[in-house]
Every structure is written in structure tokens, then in C-alpha cells.
């Protein structure tokens, strides 16, 4: 063989491993599949979605995917062994799931210190019909303000890892699945010392938790898998999105962000290669959450009913909460027929606009149909194959349908409701599919009231200012604070929060605001007060210890870095840290003083020329204590170690060192604190931890649910006294 044909040869081998795995015009685009008339070559925007006619195209669609699901399977080698596991079945039934932050005050009830589940399901049953799981997050967005990482945050929690197992066995008692998050981006606060895996299989089998989402995880890794089955307390897995198909192999459920919207439904990829797996449509942000509730009923999907959005409410507006009852029902009720292997997506229709998927089971078919048009679509909807006896049921309405028999077809008549939903279901002369029944008449009830009668209004949830009493009012300098003398200035702040962006609800509502916004400015007039020049430190807050015995009824993590009951030696200058909000407002009270509210912080470092820092406009390491980047806290700076870092009138050690407590903000679900001045650790490897807000028009938004874990190592405070 002479080298010209050995190079042709190369480069034919070399050509056929670039090539594609087959040819054909329809391929799925990561977890979506575009629906028929949307092919390689003809590559349609969303906007121009409505010229499309999938029937036209939907057998040569429908045949591309079926070669497609075969190649992919046989590449990957797969194997359903963890669908068939009997502890892994529920989620084949999982429809409905909530990400529920701890906070929530409709789970936890910070006066009483008890733990309200009942309390929160009522309320999710009483407004769209109650969720199958729930992934409770004790995690982001506080993660990083200290070195604790994310297995030490969830045994912080109240009452620890004890009462978190008495939390999922509430939930169990209520037919609810718990999960808990696990963080690969986590490597920047404390190392627990064993594979992230091994930790995490760990702490959920203590708990007794029944899975873990993995948060920004493309698939969760074979690895969770197997240090879950190692414990004894197998878990299911949950990554956030998708890039791995053989991860379909172990990972039974997942979450994933469609977008953008289109006009024509997708169809889900690992719905396709798997039927028995499990997705979770999630779009956290959205306030009509029709287009979510659509796709995931054309797939027999699941739907993410997230609200409480690192603590910004979005809530379900009533008709979407309305939609996602009658559709969690439908397929709670029919779950069997969803988990078909012949399922048929893009079944033909007779209407434009109308689209629909076919679930045969046994004898038996369902169609969950979904109407794309922002109209009402009456009339003549489906025509499909018919046999004698076959009888037909529009469960939507509860009621019979009478087909119209055109030879072996029968044509389906039915109302759509604009922007809504249908659901057929036929099967052979015959008793019906168990419930059908009572499925009939409660779904006939619903459909008295159309969706379009409830409203889609969305509104920001309104938050309450804490009240914070006035002190006696002095004349003379109290001993160690700085007078601020009466002024108006503009106090300018913006929250830091990394998501959320400037929708209405994020970061704060102050008294002349008409909602939480993340954008302030008001120019304020100020009265004269007193503010200590420096956070309270270790001694000072150990002389309150000693005049008054104090100590909290919740004690976990209270002055954790003391020993014996006593700062460490040399740390007696240093700003007390792992003190709760319920203890500065303890030690204040005692000391005849009151905590600052954010106004009044900022005027005391800022003055009214509007600077970035205490000192002026640019920023000056020097002025703060060196940043600690380390996976473990070393400790906060002496709060006399950096005077430069003193405001107009004298109040030290504001930025840099540790957090300072201001006010407190509540809605109905949810405390949270405006923290000022940032801190000196910074941990590393990830856009997720805690922001810092060393500028003097930042704030950071600081979740509150109990003392045992809002304590933390980088967070004191200072007093003010209110001057005549």
C-alpha cells in the first residue's frame, strides 16, 4: 500500500469519526427535542413558530427519534436498573415539587422555636392542591459569610440533624418526599475531610432524607450513587441541569430551564430516551408560569412550584395555582399511562395552534393536550383511529365525549380554553381505569369555574420594617461612642444580592417605599445621636454575661470561639462575633443603648458628602484588615488595628472587619437583616458565596430563621444612644 493511499484512508477514518452519529434532519438540542415541521436545515425562530405545521411533518419526525432513541441507547449502554429499584418508584409519581428555603416562617415559627410543616403544606394544599416533594434549602444565599460549609449548615439548623429527622417523618406523614441540596461549588469554606460524596451520603442518611438536588450540576455523578447505596439509606439523585446521557442511568430525577418559550412544545430529551424519568420544569423567576404548566403536561412532566425565591416571594398567581391543581391531579390520577415506553408526543391535531401527546397503556390512551393559542378552540380537535366499543371521556370537563365516527376514525369535539388544557382518555367497552369515577366529578366540579375567571395578577408581597425603641436621650458623650450631630443627607444603598436582578420584590421595602426594590435612594433628615466608635467587642460583651447571667434559650453557636465561658486570650479587643440579632438586642438593652438602624450606620460612616468608604472615594487597603481567603476563619482585626478606616466623625472599624447587625426586615414569609460594612474573609472558588459590601451604598440581604444559625463568626454589631 503505497503512503497516497494510506493518507486516504486516514483522512476517510478521520472524516468518519467527525461526522455526525447519523443522518437525519431531526436532533435533539440539549434536554429539548423541537417539535415536527423544525428540521436541521430549516431552523425556525420562536417569533416564526406559528407558520409551522408539525402534522405535516410528523411522521418522518416521529421515525428520526425513534433511530435516534436507539443509537443513543445502545452508545451509552444502558441500563434501567435504578428505574426498576421498587425505593426509587415514587418518583415516577413525583409531579409537584417546591424548593422551600428554611426560613420560611410558614415552616419554621421563630417565637415558638418550632418547626410548622403542617402549616406550610395546609397552605400549598389550600392554593394549588399540595406537592409530592420538597427540597428544603439550608444553604445559599447566607453560605459564605462564614468558613461553615454546606453539610455544617444543615446541622445548624434547630434542633440539629434530631429534629430535621422528626421534620422529614412530618412530611412523610403527609405523603411529601424530602431532598436536600449538595453544592460541588462548595470549596471554599471549611474542608469536611472526606470526599464531597461521602459527606453528603453521610448526613442525608442520618437525616433520613429520600434524595439530594445537586445544585448547578450537570448530572449528578456516579460517585453520590454509590456512597448513598454504601450507607444503607439509598437516595434518589436530582441534578439541576443536563449534559451527561449516561447519567440517565442513576439519576431518576432531574430540574431543567426552558427557554426560550416556544410557540410550538418542545419534547423533553430524557423523557424520550427514559419515560420513567422524572423532570422538573423550573423557571423561578416567571409570574405567568402558563407556558412551564403546558409543556410539563404535554410531556407528563413534573413542575417546579418554587415561590419563595432566596427569600423574594414570587408567588403562583390564582390562575396558575388553579391550573396546577387540575393538572397535578390529572396526572397524579393517570401516572401510569405517563411512564409509557410508546408514548407519542406531537400526535397529530385539527387544530392550529393545539398540540398533543399520546399515552397508550394496555387497551387504554391518554392525550394531554395543551392549547398554544391566546384564544378560546372549539370544535373538532383529534381524529383517531377507532374500534367498536371504544368509549371516550374529556377528563378536563368530566364528562363523556360522543365521537363522531367516520368509518375506522372517530373525530373528538371539544373546547379549549385560550392559553389552557385538555385531557382524553379512551378504552374499550369495559370497566375504566381505576378512579375514573370520582376523577369525572371532581374535574366536572373545576371546570364549572373556567381558569380564565381567576386572576393573573401578580403582586410584590409587601415587608414590615421592625420597629426599633428610642433610647433615653442623653446630653453628655456616653463613655467610648462618638456624637453624629443632626444633618440630611441622601442615603443612597443598593442591595448586593446575586440574583434577583431589579424586579419588583428584591433586596428591601423601607417605610416610604410602596415595595421591596433593590434600588434606594430618600433624602433623610437625621436627629443627633451617639454611636459607639467601635463594634463591641469580646470583653465588653463578656461584662454583659457577667452583670446579667444571659444566655439564650437557643445556645447553639452562641460565642463559639470563646473558651470556658471566656474570650480566647488576646482576642478581648476583638469584635464579639457569633452573636445572634436576639443577643445584640439583649446586650444593647442592658447597656441602655439600641442597635442602629441602616440609615443611621451610613450617615455615621458616610457624613453627607455621599463618599464610597468612611475615608473617602477610594479605596485604601491599608485602612482594613487583610483579607483572609484561607478555607477556615482566623479571626477579626483588634477594632483599634486600623484607625485610617475612621468616618467624617470619628466611628471606627466600620468596613472591613466583620458585619454589623442593623435592621430587620419581615414579610409573611420570610426575616431577613440589612448587613453593613462586609468582613475580612473572603472565600474562594466560587460566585456564590456571601458578596461583600465594603462600599457604603451597598447592603447585603441576610436571611433570618433561629439563633443557632444565624450566629455567625463574622457578624457583630455596634449600639447607638439617642442625644437631646
Known amino acids: 500500500m503505497n503512503i497516497s493511499t494510506r493518507l486516504l484512508i486516514l483522512t476517510l477514518v ?42 405535516a411533518d410528523f411522521d418522518a419526525w416521529l421515525a428520526d427519534l425513534k433511530v435516534w432513541r436507539r443509537e443513543q441507547l445502545t452508545r451509552m449502554g444502558y441500563d434501567d436498573a435504578q428505574y426498576r429499584r421498587p425505593e426509587f418508584g415514587w418518583t415516577q409519581r413525583n409531579f409537584v415539587q417546591t424548593q422551600m428555603m428554611v426560613e420560611d416562617r410558614y415552616f419554621f415559627d421563630p417565637s415558638t422555636g418550632h418547626y410548622t410543616v403542617d402549616r406550610y403544606l395546609d397552605d400549598l394544599e389550600k392554593r394549588y392542591g399540595g406537592i409530592d416533594s420538597v427540597l428544603i434549602w439550608p444553604v445559599y444565599p447566607n453560605s459564605g459569610i462564614d468558613d461553615r460549609n454546606q453539610w455544617d449548615l444543615h446541622r445548624d439548623l434547630p434542633g440539629g440533624v434530631a429534629a430535621l429527622s422528626r421534620v422529614v ?52 455523578p456516579r460517585a453520590y450513587r454509590d456512597a448513598s447505596d454504601a450507607t444503607g439509606h439509598p437516595f434518589v439523585l436530582e441534578p439541576e441541569g443536563w449534559s451527561s446521557d449516561e447519567g440517565l442511568m442513576w439519576n431518576n430525577l432531574s430540574w431543567d430551564h426552558w427557554k426560550p418559550k416556544t410557540f410550538v412544545p418542545p419534547v423533553s430529551t430524557l423523557k424520550w430516551l427514559e419515560s420513567r424519568h422524572m423532570t422538573h420544569l423550573s423557571d423561578r423567576w416567571a409570574r405567568d408560569r402558563t407556558d412551564n404548566l403546558q409543556y410539563a403536561f404535554f410531556n407528563g412532566l413534573g413542575s417546579l412550584s418554587w415561590e419563595n425565591v432566596w427569600g423574594t416571594w414570587n408567588q403562583i398567581t390564582p390562575r396558575d395555582a388553579e391550573a396546577l391543581r387540575r393538572v397535578a391531579y390529572l396526572e397524579r390520577t393517570f401516572a401510569d399511562f405517563l411512564v409509557s415506553a410508546d408514548w407519542e408526543p406531537h400526535t397529530p391535531t385539527l387544530q392550529h395552534g393545539v398540540f398533543a401527546s399520546k399515552f397508550p397503556k394496555g387497551g387504554a390512551i391518554l392525550w394531554t393536550i395543551v392549547n398554544r ?39 373528538l369535539g371539544f373546547a379549549l380554553e385560550d392559553r389552557g388544557f385538555g385531557c382524553i382518555l379512551a378504552f374499550d367497552d369495559g370497566a375504566g381505569p381505576l378512579g375514573l369515577d370520582a376523577c369525572l366529578s371532581r374535574m366536572r366540579q373545576g371546570a364549572e369555574r373556567p381558569l380564565r375567571s381567576f386572576s393573573s395578577e401578580w403582586r410584590a408581597l409587601p415587608q414590615r420594617l421592625v420597629d426599633i425603641a428610642p433610647t433615653r436621650r442623653v446630653a453628655a458623650m456616653p463613655p467610648g461612642m462618638v456624637r453624629i450631630p443632626a444633618g440630611e ?24 417605599e410602596t415595595s421591596p426594590r433593590r434600588q434606594h435612594l430618600h433624602r433623610m433628615r437625621v436627629a443627633a445621636f451617639y454611636i459607639d466608635r467601635y463594634s463591641v467587642t469580646n470583653a465588653q460583651f463578656k461584662q454583659f454575661i457577667d452583670a446579667t447571667g ?13 473558651v470556658d465561658g471566656a474570650p480566647r486570650e488576646g482576642w478581648e479587643r476583638k469584635p464579639v462575633t457569633w452573636v445572634s440579632l436576639e443577643d445584640a438586642r439583649a446586650y444593647a438593652s442592658w447597656a441602655g443603648k439600641r442597635l442602629p438602624h441602616e440609615w443611621e450606620w451610613q450617615y455615621a460612616a458616610q457624613g453627607s458628602d455621599g463618599r464610597l468608604y ?25 477594632v483599634d488595628a486600623h484607625p485610617k478606616g475612621a468616618g467624617p466623625w470619628g466611628a471606627a472599624d466600620l468596613v472591613g472587619n466583620v458585619w454589623q447587625w442593623t435592621d430587620e426586615f419581615v414579610d409573611e414569609h420570610t426575616r431577613a437583616a440589612a448587613l453593613r460594612g462586609g468582613s475580612y474573609y473572603q472565600p474562594q472558588h466560587s460566585v456564590w458565596y456571601f458578596p461583600q459590601a465594603y462600599r457604603l451604598d451597598q447592603h447585603e440581604k441576610y436571611l433570618l430563621m433561629a439563633p443557632s444559625k444565624d450566629r455567625a463568626g463574622t457578624l457583630g454589631f455596634r449600639c447607638v444612644v439617642d442625644a437631646e
Open 489 to 512: 443627607f441622601d442615603f443612597r444603598v443598593f442591595g448586593i444580592e446575586i440574583e434577583g436582578g431589579p424586579e419588583n420584590g428584591v433586596d428591601f421595602q423601607y417605610p416610604w
Open 614 to 638: 468612611p475615608w473617602g472615594d477610594a479605596w485604601d487597603p491599608s485602612a482594613v484588615p487583610a483579607p483572609n481567603r484561607g478555607r477556615e476563619l482566623t479571626g477579626p482585626a483588634d
Open 169 to 220: 417523618g412530618d412530611f412523610h406523614r403527609r405523603g411529601v418526599r424530602v431532598l436536600f441540596p449538595t453544592m460541588p461549588w462548595d470549596n471554599g469554606t471549611r474542608d469536611p475531610g472526606v470526599p464531597y460524596w461521602v459527606a453528603t451520603a453521610r448526613l442525608m442518611a442520618e437525616i433520613g432524607a429520600d434524595g439530594v438536588n445537586g445544585d448547578t450540576f450537570a448530572g449528578v
Open 14 to 55: 478521520l472524516s468518519a469519526l467527525d461526522a455526525p452519529a447519523q443522518s437525519t434532519q431531526h436532533r435533539p438540542q440539549g434536554t429539548l427535542i423541537p417539535g415536527p415541521g423544525i428540521t436541521q436545515d430549516n431552523q425556525t425562530l420562536p417569533r416564526d413558530e406559528w407558520k409551522v405545521n408539525p402534522s
Open 373 to 411: 393559542n391566546e384564544f378560546e378552540v372549539d370544535g373538532d380537535q383529534l381524529g383517531v383511529p377507532h374500534r367498536p366499543g371504544r368509549r371516550y371521556y374529556d377528563l378536563w370537563h368530566g364528562a363523556e365525549l360522543e365521537a363522531r365516527i367516520e368509518g375506522e376514525k372517530a373525530v
Open 550 to 562: 444571659y444566655h439564650p434559650a437557643d445556645d447553639h453557636n452562641f460565642l463559639r470561639d470563646w
